[in-house]
């Protein structure tokens, strides 16, 4: 069982943080939070999008509607 452990025992696993790997950490978040943030408001933009066409196409329906009680069709039988 020591052999297993020897190596962990002499290997240094050290990972020193220097001003170029915080500088990269902090860009890299940046860059996340601005893609969600824009994902967001294209996400709130197509909601928006989605009821303004479902209200133009209610409009539609209710002038064709307005349309075919002013003029109705005559059904004669044979």
Do not use: C, H
């Not at 069982?1 to 915080?22: C, D, H, N």
């Not at 967001?40 to 133009?56: F, G, P, V």
């Amino acid at each position: 069982m020591i052999l297993l452990f020897s190596y962990v025992k002499y290997s240094e696993a050290s990972f020193p943080m220097t001003g170029q790997y915080t500088a990269l950490l902090l860009i890299t978040s940046v860059i996340w939070v601005l893609l969600w943030v824009g994902y967001r408001q294209n996400k709130i933009n197509d909601e928006i999008k989605k009821k303004e066409k479902e209200e133009r196409i209610n409009a539609k329906v209710q002038r064709r509607k307005k349309l075919e009680s002013l003029y109705p069709t005559n059904k004669k039988t044979v």
